[in-house]
């Protein structure tokens, strides 16, 4: 059987009747990617739609953000910036916990959930005493989803996992890794994947088909909507004669920022006047991918025309979408790209390729162009065709106003109160929590 074909998807909404939204939810949201003061745009998908979530009627949201330890030491320069967040945090009203676990190098990523497991049962149950919760509601299946199900097995909790990439698609192919992660899809209440080959991936690792469901993230319709490409152009200092193909995202070689300068010397050949602006910096759990751009840069002597604009605040991002003509997504592996939904919602037509949750909206050819393979070659005559086609940007917002996190939030709702009204999970031994609890009790 096509896994597909027996997983539950959304309507644009699905039902709920009137007399479950007015009931209270208590959520306990389990996350390691997540914003902090120190890191503002770190799983900001996540905050953005918890932050949904806790504004719909009856439900509050309470989250812990579990954060490798590491030294203060300036000289760390990646990771100096972990160690100065601080452990608690109030961040567009959501409470954020973030206990400290030590991970060791090299081995660390196999036995992180077991790390992370005793701090965050700590403060769970610390905020249980203070209110007590209705369903855990875990991101990324690995480690954080691991350990929501520990944690739901050891208090008794209904678990809600939300699968969002690579911890899906790339994870249950490492030793040890992939039979924690099967494990925690068979024993969680409910799955979410954020796209429907991730949904699909989800029951292909053992998940139930009717417990997974297809919601894609949303966009902040309100925050993200389309301005004046002049006025845009002007606050940014970009020029005004040219025409601007954007990429935005950190500068990792997944990303395709390198496909994109190379393609570029062709697409000039068609519109001279091409610039490509790449916006986005450097990954904290990564090396820079910036050295490998530059070198393409000079090989391909297109220094004059491409712009690193390097990090920039959120709210500056509209801005970007509204003064550009074109977005290039060129990723080898996507989930749902709020890249993507930002940009469209400011009625910034897209090229991409056809990977993740991608295809699932630029299936409406309204919205943009499907490239048929990752390369230089597709990706210029793609770009080339849509700049030379004239977009209704104002209808791609339109169509972006049916796709808000108001819309997600609600979907997400009817599946955390599902998972609240199953009650817990099977015996705790089946993720090795009595051996965690066992070995934790011996070093107190």
């Not at 939810?25 to 997540?34: D, E, K, N, T, W």
């Not at 003061?37 to 739609?49: L, M, N, Q």
């Not at 499907?370 to 700049?387: K, T």
């Not at 209808?395 to 108001?406: D, K, L, T, Y």
């Amino acid at each position: 059987m096509n896994p597909a074909s027996a997983i539950a998807r959304p309507a644009p909404e699905l039902a709920r009747s009137a007399s479950a939204a007015a009931r209270p939810l208590r959520v306990l949201s389990i996350s390691g990617a997540f914003p902090s003061s120190i890191r503002p745009v770190h799983g900001v998908f996540v905050k953005e739609r918890l932050r949904f979530v806790s504004q719909l009627p009856g439900v509050s949201v309470r989250v812990i953000s579990p954060i490798p330890y590491f030294p203060p030491i300036r000289a760390f320069k990646r990771w100096y910036p972990w160690s100065q967040m601080s452990r608690f945090e109030r961040i567009d009203g959501l409470d954020v916990h973030r206990p400290r676990y030590v991970l060791p190098p090299k081995i660390g990523g196999y036995i992180s959930p077991r790390l992370m497991y005793r701090g965050v049962r700590r403060i769970a149950e610390r905020l249980r005493e203070v209110a007590d919760f209705d369903v855990i509601d875990a991101h990324f299946v690995y480690p954080s989803g691991i350990v929501a199900v520990m944690l739901g097995e050891a208090l008794g909790k209904p678990v809600v996992i939300t699968c969002r990439g690579e911890d899906i698609e790339r994870f249950p192919r490492l030793p040890i890794v992939g039979d924690q992660i099967r494990r925690a899809l068979r024993s969680a209440n409910q799955l979410i994947g954020v796209s429907r080959p991730i949904a699909d991936e989800i029951v292909r690792q053992g998940g139930a088909p009717e417990r997974v469901t297809c919601i894609p993230n949303g966009v902040d319709c309100e925050r993200f909507r389309p301005t004046s490409q002049a006025s845009a152009r002007e606050r940014l200092g970009l020029p005004q004669g040219r025409r601007i193909i954007l990429a935005v995202g950190y500068r990792l070689e997944l990303k395709g920022f390198h496909i994109l300068v190379d393609a570029l010397p062709r697409i000039r050949e068609a519109f001279p006047d091409a610039l490509v602006a790449i916006v986005g910096g450097e990954a904290s759990w990564a090396a820079d991918f910036l050295p490998v751009i530059e070198s393409r840069i000079q090989a391909n002597n297109v220094g004059e025309h491409v712009l690193i604009a390097g990090n920039r605040p959120q709210d500056e991002l509209a801005d970007w979408y509204s003064a550009a003509d074109v977005l290039a997504i060129l990723s080898s592996r996507e989930g749902s790209p709020n890249v993507l939904m930002e940009a469209l919602a400011c009625g910034l037509p897209a090229v991409a390729t056809s990977v993740g949750g991608i295809p699932d909206v630029l299936q409406d050819a309204r919205l943009g162009q499907l490239l048929p393979e990752r390369s230089a070659d597709a990706a210029a005559a793609g770009l080339c065709a849509a700049l030379g086609r004239n977009w209704d940007r104002d209808g791609i917002r339109e169509v972006m106003e049916q796709q808000s996190w108001q819309v997600t939030a609600r979907n997400v709702d009817e599946v955390l109160r599902r998972a609240a009204e199953e009650g817990g999970l099977a015996p705790a031994s089946r993720l090795g929590v009595a051996r965690t609890e066992s070995m934790s009790r011996k070093s107190d």
